[in-house]
């Protein structure tokens, strides 16, 4: 069963090749569209941070208001 296995032609490619065939299936975003999805993250993060801020602020009163 190992000779199976050593003898196999994914096993007799070298890794880096394998690298390459790889990295040739993969579909690169233009800068464009990398823009477009990095400023929603952007902006995602900072909504979501603020909105953290105001929970916590008015949780931080709440709790002030009742001890």
């Given amino acids: 069963m190992a000779d ?3 003898n196999s032609p994914a096993l007799q490619r070298s890794w880096f090749q394998e690298l390459k065939l ?3 299936k993969i579909t690169w975003p233009t800068k ?3 823009a477009k999805e990095t400023s929603v993250v952007v902006v995602s993060a900072v909504f979501l941070g603020a909105l953290i ?3 916590d602020w008015l949780l931080n009163l709440a709790l002030q208001f009742i001890w």
Avoid: H, M, S
């Fill in 32 to 34: 464009k569209q990398l």
């Fill in 4 to 6: 199976k296995k050593e």
């Fill in 22 to 24: 790889e990295f040739g």
């Fill in 53 to 55: 801020v105001v929970v």
